[in-house]
Structure formats: structure tokens, C-alpha cells
């Protein structure tokens, strides 16, 4: 058993608007102090097997991230 | 900062430096027309500057000649209804009331390959920008896209991603979209056509231009900040082949914020109210570099720039990437200096961030300056207008004649009645005809409440004024036909667009084009490219509307392999009283069916040839007078109250056309073909010039007497008849609405899910 963590970020150079959109609200809420926000997206995957990095590769690169815009990590939380 | 730029100083003091003009895409030889141009080698900046610039994107250096055609061989009726013509943002066309409507129609093909969401995304705020530009209201979008085949793995990651952006980007707009096409075919595959039209509505006193005038004269940058999207993507995406690694070679995207877009939509209808601005400009492809060399050469004036000043979303960024930048949802406006504080104020109230970056001034040179080191000084119409202009080779290609030579005749026929009921309900569920309803369902069709007619209707109507005034526009373009012979196709494509908006009941006035080639390079492609735009002007000039813009997309190509030569054209009319449209459906029970034009063998490059495999032969014979007479009655007879439907004849030939009628009205009819005609022919041949329409009994004497009048053949062939539920064609079959539903509504939710 095993619980990977995938964690998939829009790449630095790529507009976040969503992220923007948190950054106006924070700023309307008196956190004036926060000056960045950037939103992603985090997958747990529970496995009934040993990871095999090749095959967490292609799931994080061909589906859960679009590699063209989005960067991606891939961390083993227990095994 | 400490970053080493490089300055104009610089380039003077080291003429030698070697730099990367390859990389970024210019010729030897252009590079030493840049040095020509600046006495000197230009700097990194200026070489960024005139890179994305001169790119085929941008510069339409193989395409100019051939474009000069639209501005020759312009209708007499140009003067009369053309406010701003060729060369702005988008043509404007005077529809009457104080009011003008700009629209064009332009391409996005390269970006949707690459990020399919992302790139249709902003292909319609580009679009809406460049309409915004002219000082309008945005009132509608339509997008004519082309796919790979619809079995195609890859059309499966492209067509869905590409319909999502378009209607994310466009729903967030509030802006209905109300038409487009959705075509396949193989050489699309690797190579989609993803076409945007915008139209925007303007009082005549309201029209924007984009010249920088007026020493003195602010320059302000509006909008998103400038990050580092698509830097070089106009260059690189627009002007370079994807070659067989496919989609792994991946420059930066850009991102749109429809929401972003949708205030600066409001903050500009506000500043073109009070008259704040002296000029404007969007920012698209090329970002500032475009801007500021386009409007001080519109102005005849010089500009100097504080790059620093430009609001930055990545701090990193040097200044040859803040020019090169298409970060989206970005103006660029010259403003006096007494109107500043209003326009800030503006700006301020829709939370919309605006920077004065540079000012006015009668130099004549674009001069731009980083931390107070001169970066750029340019002659400005070096860069916006001077750049290389290529008469590129072209000749006949050596398989044309084989290819018009391979006629569809051999091709075994449907005769019995099952057989042609059998090829009806193919028709009907081919990818290219069935129901578009999975993909417009994802679009808002109503949204602001004045969409009076949407796909699937001939053309979309949105009402622009209170009293009923409206505007039809529909984008036709057939790449099969251009293939077999591109001056053919091209007069097909017009005379389709054209014959859909008055099917509506509305006058055609304007056209705009969006035309998608191969490589200029290819002497076979450029062949195509010459014939289709001297077709398309020549035919513009028989019936009567000028050409007020458009786009040039090339490169459309893998490896060898060229798309069909894919003219999409768009066609504007006007229609008094939107209450007057004339629908798709029938309805009265036992009004007839009246087909108005002539029927001849032509299959080649027809839909029926297609599902069999084949192209060959040649398209169908064009008749621009029959046009013309048959979009006469169709205005007028609409107008006289003598019609209850009407739909153009044109893919997949009559059959197709009444089954479409059918469905969208759920009652039935009884169709007789003539007697001495072959029924396979009448049913499924593409002859153009055609449309059905339906006359209630009443009217009918009024209606044949206004086809004899004109000389246009008139023909009865049918009867609704609610009774039916079905297309009876006697003597030989009947198809009941059921099949033909379940036919044309089941070919995309089985292949898209």
C-alpha cells in the first residue's frame, strides 16, 4: 500500500488567473501584506502496490497534468 | 537592476557582434535590410521588434500582392456603405440609424494545436479586441473550426479542448455565439482551423482609430499585466512548421482572463463615451513592439517609451521579452493630456490597471528607453509597414489536371429507393453534416437577449436596435473544392456565405475572409493561394460587397502535406425588421415546398463523393448572376411576408436540406421529385445557386410571379404535411423522423461522449 502525492502548479511563466483572483479578494479582506497567490491542484493516489515511477510518470504527465502549461511533482507519502 | 542590455550605443559602438536573426526567424538578407533601415546593427531589442514584425504573421510579406486584388477591384457600392475600409482593425460598414458595424474573422490555427483550450480561448479575445479597437460594442462571436478526421485520436485531444475554450472564454464574455461550422478532413489532422468572427456594433461618431497623433500625447498601457506568454509565439507558432515529433516542441502559451477582458470591454465603452482617447490599438500578436510601431506610423509621428514602466507580472522579464510579450487582455490608448485624469479615473473605476509608458512627439522615430538607456530608435514604418514584401514562385501544380481529370462518375450510384434512403441517412450522420448541436449546446447562443437567429439556421441574426434592426452573418468556406479548383472554390465559398444571409431574409453587404494555406514556400500552395484570392475578389466585385478585411494564415502544413487550400469566408448583411427573418423550419401545415435554381450532375468534391472515399472531378459550376437573383427573392420575398422557411442548398444537396427542415421543425412533407430527372441527382448533387423555400398556398401566385420576373427557374416539390412525420419521397421512399433524429443527432455524442 501506498499513498503517492501528485501536486500539479501552472508553470511560473503562465497567467493564473484564478490565483489573481484570490490575490484582489485577500487584498479587499485587509491582507494587504500577501503580495502572490498561486492556485494548483493536488492528487492522492492510493495504491495496492509498490510505486513504480515510471508508471506514476505517465499518469501525472499524460492526465492529471497538461504538461504544456503546468508543471507537476510526484512524492511517496507511505509505503 | 543590473541586467546588461543591449544599447543603442552599443550596437554603434560593435557593429560585429553576432547575433541569432536565424532563430528568430528572419532571412540573411532581411537582416541586412534591418541594418539598412538603422545605419547600423540594430540592437537586441530592435532585433526582437522587427523578428516578430516581419514575421509572415504579421508583415503578410507573401500575401501582400496578392491582397492588393480587394482593394482594386473594389464594388461600386463600396463608397456608399464603407466608413473604414482595409488596413484598420476591422472594416466598418454603415447599416443605417447613425449606426456602423465592424466585424472580422481571423485565425488562431497554430496556438489551438498546441494548448487547444488555451489557444481557441484566446483566439476569441483577440478577435473581440480587435472589434473593440474600432470603438464598438462586441454583440456576437462564431467560430468556423476544421478537424482531422472524427475518428482521429488526435481530433479527440483538439476538438473537444478547442470547443471548451471557446465557450469558456466566450460565455465568461457575455457574448452569444451564434454560427460558425464544424468541418473534417484529414489534412486538418495535425493542422486544426480554429477561425474566429466577432462582430461589434458602433454609432458613426464613435469610430476609433489607431494613429498616434499629437506631440504632447500620452501613451498608456491598459489592461493585464505583462507576463511572459507567448513570447515569440506570433514568430515562432505563426510562421513555422510543426514537424512529425508533434506536440512535444512546446512554446510558452499564452493564458486568457475572460473576466479581465470583459472589464476592459466596459472600461473602453466608457472611455470611446466621454471621448478620451485620441487613438487606439489592442495589443495581440507582436504585444508593445506592434502597438507602438503601428500607431506612430498610422500618425505619422514619433513615440518615445519608458519600457520600465510597464506593469510586470514576472519581474524577471528582460526587455526584449516585455516587447515580444502577448500576454492578453492588454490596449494600448493615446490619450491628451487634459483627458488623463478622466481616463484614469475611468480605468480606476473598472478596476482596470492603466500606465502612461510613453508620449507623443513629432521625431518621426520610435524611441524606446530601459532605466534610462536607449534600447530602440527606429523609423516606426520600418517596422509596421516596410517590412520584406516576396513575390513568391507559384504555377499550376502538375497533378491539378489528373485531379479535375477523376471525375466521381464511376463511382457506383444509389438507384433503388432503398439505396437512396440508405445514402440519405449516411449523409445525414456524416460527421460534416450531422447535428452541431454537442458543440453550439456548449455555447451561449441568447446571452444579452438580441440573438434572433443561431446556428443551426443558414446565418445567425442579432437585433441592434430597439426597432428591430439587425445584422446576419455566416462563414462558409469549402477546402475540398478549393483543392479542385481554387478560383472555383473560393467563388463558392462567397457565393454560400452570401446566399446564407439573405436565405435569412437579410441584405448581404460586406465580406471578410480568413484564408488558411500551406507553406507560401510550396509554388503548389502559392498556385492555390493566387487563384483563390483572385477568385474571391472578382467575385466580391460581381456581386457586390466589398471585402473589409480579414487574415492570412499559412504554414498550415506536416511536412509535405498541405491542408485543402481553406478559404473561410464571412459574409455581413442587414435586415430592417428582425421580425421579418425567415427560419429554417417549416411549419403550416400544406404550404409548398418550392426549390428555386437548377439541378446538374455535380459530384465532384461533394459530400456524397467523400463518405465514398473519393475527391476529384470538378466543384460545382459557379453563377454569380443566379446568385445574386436568388438572393434577391429570397430579401424580397420575405420582406412582401410571402415566406414561412427558407434554407439554402449547398452540402450534401437537397436531400440533406429538406431533412434538416424536417428536423428542425419536427413535421414531415411529401416530396416529388420530377419526373424526367435521375432522383439520385436531384436528392444528393451540390449544384450551387440553389434554395428551398416554403410559400404558403396563399401566397403562392405572388411568389412564382416574382421568380418569372427575374428568370429564375422555379420548381414545386413538395408539400409539409404534419401527417407524415417523415420525408416521403414519392415513388420511392420514406425516411421517418425518428431515423433521420436518431441519425443526425447520434454521430457527435458517440464520437465526443
Redesign the interface.
Given at each position: 500500500m501506498a499513498r503517492v502525492v501528485v501536486d500539479v502548479m501552472?508553470k511560473?511563466?503562465?497567467?493564473?488567473?484564478q490565483g489573481?483572483?484570490v490575490l484582489g479578494a485577500l487584498a479587499r479582506l485587509g491582507h494587504s501584506d500577501i503580495t502572490s497567490v498561486r492556485q494548483g491542484k493536488r492528487f492522492e493516489l492510493e495504491l495496492d502496490a509498490a510505486p513504480d515511477a515510471a508508471a506514476l510518470e505517465e499518469v501525472a504527465s499524460t492526465l492529471l497534468a497538461?504538461?504544456?502549461?503546468e508543471d507537476y511533482s510526484i512524492r511517496v507519502e507511505e509505503s | 537592476m543590473t541586467r546588461n542590455v543591449d544599447t543603442v550605443k552599443d550596437a554603434e559602438t560593435t557593429p560585429e557582434v553576432a547575433q541569432p536573426f536565424a532563430e528568430l526567424g528572419l532571412k540573411p538578407d532581411e537582416y541586412s535590410q534591418i541594418r539598412e533601415h538603422l545605419g547600423r546593427r540594430p540592437t537586441s531589442s530592435e532585433l526582437a521588434m522587427y523578428s516578430v514584425m516581419w514575421s509572415e504573421h504579421c508583415s503578410y510579406k507573401s500575401s501582400k500582392v496578392h491582397l492588393r486584388q480587394f482593394g482594386e477591384k473594389v464594388p461600386s457600392e463600396a463608397k456608399d456603405i464603407l466608413l473604414v475600409g482595409m488596413g484598420e482593425n476591422a472594416g466598418v460598414v454603415d447599416v443605417g440609424d447613425g449606426l456602423a458595424v465592424t466585424f472580422k474573422i481571423e485565425s488562431h490555427n497554430h496556438p489551438s494545436y498546441?494548448?487547444p483550450y488555451?489557444g481557441a480561448a484566446t483566439g476569441i479575445g483577440g478577435i473581440v479586441r480587435d472589434i473593440l479597437t474600432m470603438g464598438a460594442r462586441p454583440v456576437a462571436v462564431m467560430d468556423p473550426l476544421r478537424f482531422g478526421a472524427a475518428d482521429a485520436p488526435d481530433t479527440h485531444r483538439v476538438l473537444p479542448g478547442v470547443v471548451a475554450g471557446i465557450g469558456g472564454y466566450g460565455n465568461c464574455l457575455g457574448l452569444p455565439n451564434i454560427g460558425g461550422e464544424v468541418v473534417f478532413d484529414e489534412t486538418y489532422l495535425g493542422n486544426p482551423l480554429v477561425n474566429a468572427l466577432c462582430v461589434g456594433v458602433v454609432p458613426h461618431d464613435r469610430i476609433q482609430l489607431s494613429a498616434a497623433t499629437g506631440a504632447g500625447n500620452h501613451v498608456i498601457l491598459f489592461g493585464?499585466k505583462t507576463?511572459?506568454?507567448g513570447i515569440g509565439g506570433v514568430s515562432v507558432l505563426a510562421s513555422e512548421t510543426f514537424d512529425d515529433e508533434g506536440?512535444s516542441k512546446?512554446p510558452?502559451?499564452?493564458?486568457?482572463?475572460p473576466?479581465?477582458e470583459k472589464v476592459l470591454i466596459e472600461a473602453c465603452q466608457e472611455l470611446f463615451e466621454q471621448q478620451l482617447v485620441v487613438g487606439i490599438q489592442d495589443l495581440g500578436g507582436a504585444g508593445i513592439s506592434c502597438a507602438t510601431s503601428e500607431m506612430a506610423s498610422n500618425g505619422d509621428s514619433g513615440m518615445h517609451v519608458w519600457l520600465d514602466r510597464v506593469p510586470l507580472?514576472?519581474s524577471t522579464l528582460a526587455p526584449e521579452e516585455i516587447l515580444m510579450s502577448e500576454?492578453?487582455e492588454r490596449m494600448c490608448a493615446v490619450v491628451a493630456p487634459d483627458k488623463l485624469d478622466a481616463f484614469m479615473a475611468v480605468c480606476r473605476k473598472w478596476d482596470v490597471e492603466a500606465v502612461a509608458i510613453g508620449e507623443v512627439n513629432d521625431s518621426g522615430r520610435l524611441t524606446i528607453e530601459w532605466h534610462g538607456a536607449q534600447i530602440v530608435d527606429v523609423p516606426p514604418k520600418t517596422v509596421a509597414h516596410d517590412g520584406p514584401v516576396y513575390e513568391r514562385p507559384f504555377a499550376r501544380p502538375q497533378w491539378q489536371d489528373a485531379l479535375q481529370a477523376d471525375a466521381p462518375t464511376s463511382l457506383p450510384r444509389p438507384t433503388s429507393g432503398d439505396e437512396l434512403r440508405a445514402a440519405l441517412l449516411q449523409l445525414v450522420a456524416s460527421p460534416n453534416l450531422a447535428s452541431k448541436a454537442w458543440v453550439t449546446d456548449q455555447y451561449d447562443r441568447y446571452v444579452m437577449g438580441n440573438t434572433v437567429l443561431a446556428q443551426p439556421e443558414d446565418s445567425g441574426i442579432v437585433r441592434i436596435t430597439d426597432d428591430g434592426l439587425g445584422v446576419a452573418v455566416s462563414t462558409d468556406g469549402n477546402g475540398r473544392y478549393g483543392k479542385l479548383d481554387p478560383y472555383a472554390g473560393a467563388q463558392l465559398a462567397l457565393a454560400e456565405a452570401y446566399r446564407n444571409v439573405a436565405t435569412t431574409g437579410a441584405k448581404p453587404l460586406a465580406v471578410t475572409n480568413c484564408l488558411n494555406f500551406g507553406s507560401p514556400e510550396d509554388t503548389d500552395v502559392m498556385w492555390q493561394f493566387a487563384e483563390t484570392t483572385r477568385g474571391l475578389a472578382d467575385a466580391c466585385l460581381k456581386l457586390g460587397v466589398p471585402v473589409t478585411g480579414g487574415n492570412v494564415s499559412f504554414y498550415n502544413q506536416t511536412g509535405d502535406t498541405a491542408i485543402l487550400p481553406t478559404p473561410v469566408i464571412g459574409v455581413l448583411g442587414v435586415i430592417d425588421d428582425v421580425a421579418r427573418r425567415t427560419p429554417l423550419a417549416w411549419d403550416g401545415d400544406g404550404d409548398a415546398i418550392w426549390l428555386l435554381g437548377e439541378t446538374s450532375d455535380e459530384f465532384g468534391g461533394s459530400e456524397w463523393a467523400h463518405l465514398q472515399g473519393h475527391l476529384g472531378g470538378l466543384p460545382p459550376a459557379v453563377d454569380l448572376d443566379r446568385e445574386r437573383q436568388i438572393a434577391e427573392i429570397a430579401v424580397a420575398a420575405s420582406r412582401d411576408g410571402l415566406l414561412t422557411a427558407a434554407h439554402d442548398v449547398s452540402v450534401g444537396g437537397l436531400g440533406v436540406t429538406l431533412a434538416e427542415m424536417a428536423l428542425r421543425s419536427g413535421k414531415g412533407a411529401r416530396i416529388f421529385l420530377p419526373d424526367d430527372a435521375d432522383p439520385f441527382i436531384s436528392l444528393f448533387s451540390e449544384s450551387a445557386g440553389r434554395i428551398v423555400f416554403v410559400v404558403p398556398r396563399s401566397e403562392e401566385v405572388r411568389f412564382t410571379d416574382m421568380c418569372t420576373a427575374r428568370g429564375v427557374p422555379a420548381t414545386r416539390i413538395g408539400v409539409v404535411d404534419s401527417s407524415i412525420e417523415g420525408l416521403e419521397v414519392q415513388d420511392s421512399f420514406t425516411a421517418a423522423l425518428d431515423e433521420l433524429r436518431a441519425a443526425s443527432e447520434g454521430t457527435f455524442p458517440s464520437l465526443f461522449g
Open positions: 501552472l511560473p511563466e503562465i497567467l493564473d488567473p489573481q483572483a497538461n504538461t504544456v502549461i | 498546441v494548448e488555451q493585464a507576463g511572459g506568454d506536440p512546446r510558452s502559451v499564452q493564458v486568457g482572463d473576466f479581465a507580472r514576472d500576454s492578453q
